[in-house]
């Protein structure tokens, strides 16, 4: 069955960086597109950022444009968020999701999610 | 960006008695295609989310059929016919039709 689980997450220093990862099985990881989400300690969803299945495109949420970089290996199932210059406002519990098999099928799948405290 | 507005964002619901979900985005959702990018989510407590309902109306997989989505363009509804136990937490709509993806609020359903 298909499996995300994501890792990397714990506490950081305001101005620091992480990376998190996510690592995919059961499924053909390649062929889909991939996202992140990320949700505040008590509040909703925030869409992170989106890449392609062959990671020719990637998108970013403006709130984290120009300090996260969304990128996969897909030779080795994983998908990747670099972060970095962290800030308070990016505490949060970040999720991976699977794209289902075209545009507009939903996110079908979601790993556990990894818990980022920025903190000092 | 598109915004989404969901209502009620509480909602007690006996077992057993129906409900229903609103939600709003100030820009159409309706591609050229003909389809309507809204998507409904179930987080159900201490838990990640889950796909309910992708294109406005489609079932995802292992849904119960307790649940359905309509609505075209700009309105959009998720109802339950009858809710279980099972059914509580937070629903949330979102739009997958324009980057950045947006997220309604969320509707935190309880069962009375």
């Known amino acids: 069955q298909v499996q995300l689980v994501e890792s990397g997450g714990g506490v950081v220093q305001p101005g620091g960086s992480l990376r998190l990862s996510c690592e995919a099985s059961?499924?053909?990881?390649?062929?889909?597109?991939m996202h992140w989400v990320r949700q505040a300690p008590g509040k909703g969803l925030e869409w992170v950022a989106f890449?392609?299945?062959?990671?020719?495109?990637?998108?970013?949420a403006d709130s984290v444009k120009g300090r996260f970089t969304i990128s996969r290996d897909n030779s080795k199932n994983v998908l990747y968020l670099q972060m970095n210059s962290l800030t308070s406002d990016d505490t949060a519990i970040y999720y991976c999701?699977?794209?289902?098999?075209?545009f507009g099928s939903g996110l079908d799948s979601w790993g556990q999610g990894a818990l980022v405290t920025v903190s000092s | 960006d598109i915004l989404m507005t969901q209502s009620p964002l509480f909602l007690p619901v006996t077992p057993g008695e129906p409900a229903s979900i609103s939600c709003r985005s100030n820009?159409?959702?309706?591609?050229?295609?003909?389809?309507?990018?809204l998507e409904w989510y179930l987080q159900k407590p201490g838990q990640s989310p889950q796909l309910l309902i992708y294109?406005?109306?489609s079932r995802a997989s292992g849904v119960p059929d307790r649940f359905s989505g309509s609505g075209s363009g700009t309105d959009f509804t998720l109802k339950i016919s009858r809710v279980e136990a099972e059914d509580v937490g937070v629903y949330y709509c979102?739009?997958?039709?324009?980057?950045?993806?947006?997220f309604g609020r969320g509707t935190k359903l309880e069962i009375k």
């Open positions: 999701a699977k794209l289902g098999r075209s």
């Open positions: 059961g499924f053909s990881f390649s062929s889909h597109d």
């Open positions: 890449i392609r299945y062959e990671g020719s495109q990637q998108y970013h």
């Open positions: 820009q159409s959702l309706l591609h050229k295609n003909g389809y309507d990018y």
């Open positions: 294109l406005s109306s």
């Open positions: 979102m739009q997958p039709l324009q980057i950045p993806y947006t």
